[in-house]
């Protein structure tokens, strides 16, 4: 009879391994197999994605400019100190993080040594935002830019352009590149995405995305769809303070959910948000990344989206104007966020969403149901 049960209990688990609950793949019991495993700080890292100077809790910074007057290119022991209690589920590095090949390697070999197991990060999109291409010390492949593949009107030249990046990328060690830009680039007046976008055209904007995604894929490189909602129709830029958009959802869906919705069917495993306010949409000024409107009734609700959704920067001063790096990281995770990229302070931001947790303002199984992601995600790389 035992036998009997365990066999109808397996059954049972791969029933529940369905297509829709199981996007990537691998056996379900896996990830609970893995999340018993973990301690509350263990998955509460999981959802930190972190830059090396948020790891190291001495420095203090104020601009962007301040980063680069001396920039941190190695793993001190502040920083390894800081992971032990800790952990961090993904490390990104910026333009000033790198240097050559050689200290490239040994810093992302430092960070694999980390507790957390973290994931390596990068924007190199092509063209203006290319930490790595546009670094004069590595000989890749350099792109004008995305508005420039999308004007050949052929996606397998954004193709070409996804698989060229993902390969040096691999090679150098990354696991996942923060491209491509889904955004729709309709204001002329955009400082921030403009030809970062493919198009202006979101018919011609969502094969180019879906192609570069599958070029990334296919050498081995997981991509990220991003700016959701989409901050192409935007004037100011999210990095020194608010933006918006005054379009409705009606608007919205009609033009940037044709480029996302793209990306969804075509099964991209991350979503970024943005931190812009669509107030005919949500009736307020509240960051997208911060609204469950947007994130959970819309992006999960309304196109179906299953998988990782992170955050842009909480860095950036759309972010840090109104809010602490703990109440930016514990409002994300209510809005519906399972990844906080970049908080300024990541050690209060881990604070505070542990105190959210043990207060009962966040649920453990909310934390589990992120930390679950995650890790099809991190089994799925292996």
Known sequence: MKKIYLWILAALLLAACTNDDNPLGYVVDEVEVELSKMSLREKVGQMFFARLESLDSTIHWETYADLQVDPMIDVNKTIRDVNVNYPVGGVILYAWNIVDETQLARVIADIRSFNGSPLLCIDEEGGRVSRIANNPNFDVKKYVSMDSIGKTGDPANAYECGHTIGTYLKRYGFDIDFAPVADVNTNPDNI??????????????????????????????????????????????????????????????????????????????????????????????????????????????????QNIIITDGMEMGAITQQYTSGEAAVCSILAGVDIVLGPKYFVEAFDAVMKAVEQGTISEERINQSVRRILRLKLAMQ
């Open 192 to 305: 921030i995405i403009g030809p970062r976008a493919f198009s202006d055209d979101p018919q011609v904007a969502a094969p180019m995305v879906t192609n570069y995604l599958q070029g990334l894929k296919d050498a081995g490189i997981t991509g990220c769809i991003k700016h959701f909602p989409g901050h192409g129709d935007t004037q100011a830029d999210t990095h020194y303070g608010y933006a918006q958009s005054q379009k409705t959802w009606e608007e919205i869906r009609d033009c940037e959910m044709v480029t996302f919705k793209a990306g969804i069917q075509w099964g991209c495993q991350l979503i970024m948000t943005a931190h812009i306010g669509l107030p005919n949409v949500t009736g307020s000024d509240i960051p997208s990344t911060m609204s469950p409107l947007i994130l959970q009734d819309k992006l999960r609700g309304e196109l179906g989206y």
